[in-house]
């Protein structure tokens, strides 16, 4: 039988044991090194690069736009600024208005020479409404009343020419007092709004017999008159009834007719010196005498303004 004992183990032997369990030890270390290693990405690293792409547009928008009139034309307005907005605002209501008298000369046969004709009487400037709201009140201190021409013979425009007729203010004027009539009868627990249209019509009908008076005064003389410079004439009045109405409502009855006295007596004074300076003085031999007529002219604006005011309605 065979017997078994425990050999003795060489030194060599134990090295040998040693270095194989050293081997393998470093065959799986490295083994773990050549596996991929995966790792969450850093928070710092993430928010670099989204400033980068933030820092630096796409090159879609580095390229050129397209030439585009309409664009270029709204920047140059833009930077422009207010004046060449006024400007272009202009050229936009001119083009629009030349439409609006090329269309009413195609419908209606004449009303674009009417058209044209009128806008001469709306041609005013802040300026002179002011300075011909000052003249109707105090005539007295103006010097000059005959209307300036231009080389070629035409009359100066309103904005112009301080002694030029308009129908500007005769027209706001009138719009005015229609307003503060219909206020007046409002305050006597009176108003209806057929009162805007009554007033309305019955300013208009007597301003209408006016003119064709005044008219066929110009016709006896020998003298022509423009019926619209007529109109713009006898409708400065209006802006005198406005300030009496003004002074009924706030003040009383007594007051409006010392207001009417002071007011009359300006458009008196007024219509008689533009009449008088504008008329000329080569007049029918066989005509009424021309001091008379234009005599009558101013005393027209004063009973017409104690005619149309409403007092019926003042405490």
């Known amino acids: 039988m065979a017997t078994f004992y425990n050999q003795p183990v060489s030194p060599l032997q134990q090295r040998g044991s040693y270095g194989s369990n050293v081997g393998s030890a470093s065959a799986s270390s490295s083994l773990n090194s050549n596996a991929p290693h995966f790792s969450a990405p850093q928070h710092s690293n993430y928010t670099q ?44 209501l001119s083009a629009a208005s030349s439409m609006a008298s090329q269309s009413m000369g195609k419908f209606v046969p004449g009303a674009s020479s009417f058209y044209d004709s009128l806008k001469y009487y709306f041609a005013v400037s802040n300026t002179y409404v002011v300075i ?25 425009k309103p904005s112009q020419d301080l002694n030029a007729p308009d129908l500007y203010i005769p027209t706001m004027s009138l719009l005015t007092y229609v307003l503060l009539s219909g206020l007046c009868y409002g305050a006597s627990g009176q108003f209806t709004p057929a009162v805007l249209q009554d007033v309305t019509g019955y300013c208009l009908m007597t301003q209408g017999l006016e003119v064709a008076a005044i008219r066929a005064g110009h016709y006896a003389l020998q003298a022509p008159c423009g019926w619209t410079d007529v109109a713009a004439y006898t409708g400065y009045k209006y802006f005198g009834l406005c300030i009496n109405m003004l002074v009924g409502l706030t003040l009383g009855y007594w007051p409006y007719n010392l207001s009417l006295l002071f007011t009359a007596g300006g458009i008196f004074y007024f219509t008689l010196k533009t009449f008088a300076n504008n008329v000329k003085k080569e007049t029918a031999r066989d005509g009424p005498k021309r001091e008379f007529v234009v005599l009558g002219f101013a005393a027209a604006q004063v009973v017409t303004m104690w005619f149309l005011g409403n007092t019926k309605h003042l405490s």
């Open 49 to 92: 690069q989204q400033q980068q792409q933030s820092n630096n547009p796409p090159q879609q928008q580095q390229q050129q736009q397209p030439w585009n009139p309409t664009s270029m034309a709204a920047a140059a307005m833009m930077q422009g600024g207010l004046q060449n907005q006024n400007a272009m605002l202009d050229l936009g």
């Open 132 to 156: 011909k709201l000052k003249m109707l009140l105090i005539p007295y201190t103006n010097k000059a009343w005959r209307r300036q021409t231009n080389q070629d013979g035409t009359f100066l």
